[in-house]
């Protein structure tokens, strides 16, 4: 069988209910988690300013009551020690902070279970701030007897509606305090609840279950698209066929310096000889 997904609850100024989330009101009592939500409250909302001197900061003479020896009586020192008046605290209290941190889970659990006790135990009222156009303290108190509200009792608003904080703060034993600042200490350690409209919102979202990121499956990365081949330029082409028709032509030069070498060592041979018949037909003049 399904379970509901709402809860019927009184109406503090109607006689017809109303409807809040049984995923926030409809919570099991967590003893533990509740005990240990309302001490780390407790313990943060205490001001660490208890403080007391020691024997090394009282003001106090450091000079012996009396000589050490030759009066008959117990041997003394300084009068600052602990066990004699006016003397410092032995291990007095110092300025500190008392807060511990409670898992967000934990903390979260801790408010739906409070809230779900005054659900169960039929001591929730849902309060409707448009009825109260002015502040009258008195419709407050009657529709808080007319409810039977047991007390203490704590209103439940919104920091905007001034109108209901007005009408209900000056009834003996009535709490009121915005949505933000109510804390499980707060809702536990009061006999009846009152919530108002706007305040239920901020209350369901401070008691919702932590869900990672947005709830929903992650999305699957897109797949990288295959880079495109680019066209195949055409000027390396042109230099591989220049490379290629320069390749023979250097060959061919490179065969035709030995024929250029050869034949100018052909040419120079001749006019070496002409050279050396000179020096002979100039003996053959002389003689």
Do not use: C
């Amino acid at each position: 069988m399904a379970k509901a997904k709402t809860l019927k609850v009184a109406s503090l100024d109607k006689q017809a209910k109303s409807e809040v989330p049984a995923s926030v009101f409809g919570e099991e009592f967590h003893e533990t988690l509740v005990h240990e939500t309302a001490r780390a409250e407790a313990a943060a909302r205490r001001r660490g300013t208890a403080s007391t001197l020691g024997r090394g900061e009282v003001a106090m003479t450091g000079v012996k009551a009396w000589r050490q020896k030759g009066t008959g009586r117990a041997r003394v020192g300084a009068l600052s020690v602990p066990h004699r008046r006016g003397g410092g605290v032995a291990f007095g209290p110092k300025p500190r902070g008392y807060t511990f941190k409670v898992n967000r889970k934990a903390r979260r659990r801790a408010l739906r279970a409070a809230l779900s006790v005054h659900a169960a135990r039929d001591s929730l009222a849902i309060l409707d701030a448009a009825n109260y156009k002015e502040p009258k303290t008195k419709q407050a108190a009657e529709a808080l007897k007319k409810w039977g509200a047991r007390q203490p009792t704590l209103v439940v608003i919104n920091p905007d509606e001034e109108n209901v904080l007005k009408s209900f703060r000056n009834i003996p034993r009535v709490t009121v305090l915005p949505a933000s600042a109510a804390g499980v200490l707060d809702i536990i350690g009061h006999r009846s609840l009152v919530v108002s409209k706007a305040a239920l919102e901020v209350l369901e979202q401070r008691a919702a279950e932590v869900v990672r990121g947005n709830g929903a499956a992650p999305a699957e990365e897109p797949k990288a698209a295959a880079p495109e081949e680019e066209p195949k330029a055409e000027e390396p082409k042109a230099e591989a066929e220049e490379s290629a028709e320069e390749a023979p032509a250097e060959e061919a030069e490179a065969q035709h310096e030995p024929e250029a070498g050869a034949a100018a060592e052909a040419a120079d041979e001749p006019a070496a000889e002409e050279s050396e018949d000179e020096p002979e037909a100039e003996k053959d003049g002389d003689a």
